[in-house]
């Protein structure tokens, strides 16, 4: 919901959180295939899942929670692993607690998928309302033509989250399955649109 310039130069007054999200989206991390037939597909499976995630909202939503115990699990045995490589006995304490942390954190997601989502849902919401609040107030504080841009982000950003608030927790039956569907379709679009590596333009 962050305002950036077409060619993902941060807009002034905007939080950290949206610059770095125009420069992702100006500048995708990861390449798109050079076969424009690969291209073409990946970007097809990427637009049916987000059809899919969309018509189920609540189906993808409790999909990614499980996928997000899964790697706090997964995070947690690292954690776990690399214990003995920390020097001090303080250091090792907190490699403990955080693995402990992960561990408890991602168990809890996977035993109780449905609860945890709502949840989620619930901490989004709140996420959403301060970071639009937040650019409200880089809006009254700044200034240039932008500050409109900002503004505008602001109030969405800020009123998308107060209906997460307000409508949870039905909310959690659709908001993050949703939003993840809406992702994967910009996803899509940024495959096909998105340069191919220089080299490599077999058919």
Excluded at 62 to 81: F, R
Excluded at 103 to 112: K, M, N, P, T
Aim: glycine residues 12%; aromatic residues 6%.
């Amino acid at each position: 919901m962050d305002c950036y310039s077409p060619m993902g130069d941060p807009t002034p007054g905007a939080s950290p959180t949206a610059t770095v999200r125009a420069q992702s989206f100006a500048h995708p991390p990861v390449s798109a295939p050079a076969s424009p037939k690969l291209r073409w597909i990946t970007a097809a499976l990427l637009l049916v899942a987000a059809l899919l995630a969309i018509a189920l909202p609540f189906v993808s939503s409790t999909l990614l929670t499980i996928a997000l115990g899964g790697v706090a699990i997964a995070a947690g045995i690292s954690q776990l692993l690399r214990l003995t490589s920390v020097e001090g006995k303080r250091g090792k304490v907190f490699r403990g607690l955080s693995a402990v942390l992960y561990l408890v954190g991602g168990i809890s997601l996977l035993a109780f998928p449905i609860q945890s989502t709502l949840s989620l849902t619930l901490f989004l919401g709140f996420l959403l309302a301060i970071e639009g609040v937040m650019e409200l107030a880089a809006a009254a504080a700044g200034g240039g033509p932008t500050r409109w841009l900002v503004l505008a982000d602001g109030i969405v950003t800020a009123v998308l989250g107060g209906l997460l608030i307000v409508e949870w927790p039905l909310s959690g039956t659709w908001a993050i399955g949703t939003m993840f569907g809406i992702g994967l379709g910009f996803s899509a679009v940024n495959m096909l649109t998105a340069p191919a590596p220089e080299g490599n333009t077999q058919a």
